[in-house]
């Protein structure tokens, strides 16, 4: 309600703030999250709570009037569709030079995502976060962020026999037949449940082609795992449809944090003052660069170095497809829990995961996104003229990406006789150079902040999401996001509480 006091606020229910909220509320601290997209708790009209890929509804897009799909375009056509405006579950927010994916409502991006939970190689991480102490990270935070999430793997064998991931074993032949190392990449997918779902016995899910506009079924998103353990200490209690818009320092202490209330047609209907000894900023790489760059340059939080905004990576995605032989097909059945990657990391600077394309027929298409040590990186900025923030990437800085990617399937390419599809991207393009999946950076750990996500010049505030890390992670990010979490919540606890 309004005007009351809160002693943490965590702006954001994704990896970051559902972390935030469970280690604060087990050590004895009332949480209030406040979340602008919806709780995600509802069935609708067709008895599921999250509506099917194949067949996007006003559910699938966060205030859209047309479907805005990653993979855009299908044998030469273009697959979006008319949909009703509404507070749905997937962002595609566009910037100049990218489209950046992002999930909005109770679970941040574990709504949407594929599920795909990835530790870097130790070797790797001494670039990713510099200033972090690996031991740490290895002997317990990645260890204790594996356990909160519920990682697991696909069973060897049966990986060898189901038809739902024959196109995995198709790159996986692909990739060996080249020389490169495939590996199977751990999940948050209940595994068990997916055998049950190709044994027919349980309601389809992954086999159903369920992923990019939530999971009714097998995936453990947030909500199962680290949100259902904080709200039930009872210290947790979660606001949806609520945006914060501005923190300021209170004059009696702690921060002023204005939050609007919306409905599902995106429009304020109720403006909420609540005062917070602590502020977590947990609003993703993105939400929290906009707020931070936003509250600077308007007078809300002047002090702020000008280290806020910068260090903005898109983790190097890129995508593409190749076209296979009439004697290697990908399955009609296809999960759509990706299961296994190609490394080429070290030689190639490439990490590509062996994606589905679940359109229910045999495409005879091979399809990726790959992960690169593209080195570039954008910085958000206020632009007083808009009212909104900017990100000043452009899409040729994807080049090195697709030079990165290529050295994987120019090679595949070779070695097979096979050529690259250029009808899923647009008419004639083969690369997905237009967007990220993996938004990084923008309030980066020791530089916008301490080397524990504290922000420089006002005690209290804290960011504690993907913002921190500075553009890149080798591999999937939300791993490591809820790594260093667990890392810096426990100091800060320890220290500041
Ligand atoms: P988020 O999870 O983005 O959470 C931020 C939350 O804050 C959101 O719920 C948002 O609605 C809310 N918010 C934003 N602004 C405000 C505001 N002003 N007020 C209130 N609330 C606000 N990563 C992997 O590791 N493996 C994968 O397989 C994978 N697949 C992906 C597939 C897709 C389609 C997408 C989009 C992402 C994928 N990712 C994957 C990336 C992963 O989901 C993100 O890296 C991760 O969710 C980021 O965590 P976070 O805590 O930084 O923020």
Redesign the pocket.
Known sequence: ASGAHVPALV???????SVAALRLAQAGVDVHM????MAWDTPGSDGKIFCNTLSPDNRSYWLRTRTKAPLNYFLGFPIDRDISRYTGI?DAEEFSGITV?????VG???L???????TPKRENFGAILPTVNPDEMYDIYYPRANAGLGVGTVDPAWFDSTDCYQYARVGRKHAQRSGFPFVFVPDVYDWDYMKQEAAGTVTKSALAGEI?YGNNYGKKSLQKTYIAQATATGRVTISPL????SVAPASGGGYTVVIDQINTSGETTTTKTVTADRVFF????V?TSK?LVKLKATGMLPNLNNEVGKGWGDNGNVMCGRANHIWDPTGSLQSSIPCGGIDNWAAGGAFAEVAPLPTGIETFASFYLSITKNPNRAEFSWNPATGKVDLNWQQSWKQPAIDMAKTIFDKINSKEGTIYRTDLFGVYKIWGDHLT??PLGGAVLGKATDNYGRLVGYPGLYVI???LIPGNTSV????T?TALAERNIEKIIATDL
């Open positions: 702006i954001g229910t994704g990896y970051g703030g406040v979340e602008m997209g997937l994916y992002q999930g909005r409502g941040g991006g574990s949407v995502n594929g599920g795909m939970a990835v990019l609520h945006k914060v818009v947990a609003a993703g790489s939400g707020l999946y993996h999401d993907g913002a999937n990010p939300f791993v996001i």
